[in-house]
């Protein structure tokens, strides 16, 4: 069976990693001078702490090739196929470092490298189908072949609570930083083509921002495969969280509405009170994807 392997930006849970049985390569994460593993040697609420003792913004990069290595090695000598996914190539350089592991190895022919050209779960999304096919005893190649067909309907956005983390991170300008604080604007954040940029400004508190924001994709929300939805944050608080999932539930539209925390990397840029809702969309709301 082919072995999938995802970069730790695919912010998918603990549960759903072992029920697929996929791999997680990290990124590393850099608090000044230190540098841990996402999701290994430090928590989003560790960086949270950080930044706001040390008023600063951590930086990210991407994985070491000797640790994909040792991901993939066992999986290659046991003679499986493998297929990776890594965050938008716009944003880190993981997956030149999958490559470039798998050229370490000499197995540029059992290994397949997709760009998600996405983030999060928008990662996840493609990450979660091509396990299911794998189960399916489809070959790397179907896979690659089916998970890029469905790469550019796959819909990411997310709002945020505070423009500080992207301004601290050269996302956003430091007028529209104090103009976003002073007015309680927050952004829609959208990927596109492997790239974020904000796509509407909600004005308000955070709790009811969210709410406009998901009811605003209703109209997308009844064209998507039904499959699945994922509701990703960065620590929001369980009753804003709730209602998201108790309204996407009342549309009757997805099998599974699944929830994540918002890893490492995602946290480190956009800081806390973050929440998206990702989901791939059918074109011209045809039926669901298996």
């Known amino acids: 069976m082919v072995k999938i392997i995802a970069d730790s930006t695919c912010d998918l849970s603990e549960e759903l990693v072992k029920r697929y049985d996929i791999s997680i390569l990290p990124l590393h994460i850099l608090l000044g001078e230190r540098e841990y593993e996402d999701g290994v040697t430090l928590?989003?609420?560790?960086?949270?702490r950080w930044?706001?003792?040390?008023?600063?913004?951590?930086?990210?990069?991407?994985?070491?090739?000797?640790?994909?290595?040792?991901?993939?090695?066992?999986?290659?000598?046991?003679?499986?196929?493998?297929?990776?996914?890594?965050?938008?190539?716009?944003?880190?350089?993981?997956?030149?470092?999958?490559?470039?592991?798998?050229?370490?190895?000499?197995?540029?022919?059992?290994?397949?490298?997709?760009?998600?050209?996405?983030?999060s779960t928008g990662i996840g999304l493609l990450v979660v189908k091509a396990?299911?096919?794998?189960?399916?005893?489809?070959?790397?190649?179907?896979?690659?072949?089916?998970?890029?067909?469905?790469?550019?309907?796959?819909?990411?956005?997310?709002?945020?609570?505070?423009?500080?983390?992207?301004?601290?991170?050269?996302?956003?300008?430091?007028?529209?930083?104090?103009?976003?604080?002073?007015?309680?604007?927050h952004p829609k954040i959208e990927v596109k083509d492997g790239e974020m940029g904000a796509s509407k400004k909600y004005r308000g508190s955070l709790d009811k921002v969210i709410l406009h924001y998901v009811e605003d994709m209703e109209e997308s929300l009844k064209h998507a495969d039904p499959s699945r939805v994922f509701i990703t944050h960065s620590g929001c608080r369980r009753e804003?969280?709730?209602?998201?999932?108790?309204?996407?539930?009342?549309?009757?539209?997805?099998?599974?509405?699944?929830?994540?925390?918002a890893g490492g990397v995602v946290s480190s840029h956009c800081g806390p009170g973050t929440l998206g809702v990702l989901f791939i969309e059918n074109e011209n709301g045809s039926a669901g994807l298996s």
């Open 240 to 261: 804003v969280v709730q209602k998201v999932y108790d309204y996407l539930e009342s549309l009757h539209i997805f099998d599974e509405i699944l929830e994540t925390r």
């Open 43 to 48: 928590t989003p609420e560790e960086i949270y």
């Open 131 to 185: 396990a299911i096919l794998a189960q399916e005893g489809k070959t790397a190649g179907e896979i690659a072949d089916i998970v890029e067909a469905l790469r550019p309907k796959v819909r990411a956005s997310f709002v945020v609570d505070t423009l500080l983390y992207l301004y601290r991170g050269g996302r956003c300008s430091g007028l529209s930083a104090l103009a976003g604080s002073a007015l309680k604007l």
């Open 51 to 119: 930044a706001e003792e040390q008023k600063a913004t951590p930086k990210t990069s991407a994985p070491s090739i000797d640790r994909a290595v040792e991901i993939f090695q066992p999986f290659l000598e046991a003679g499986r196929q493998i297929v990776c996914f890594s965050i938008s190539g716009t944003m880190s350089a993981s997956g030149n470092v999958m490559k470039l592991a798998a050229q370490k190895l000499g197995a540029e022919e059992q290994v397949t490298v997709i760009d998600s050209e996405n983030l």
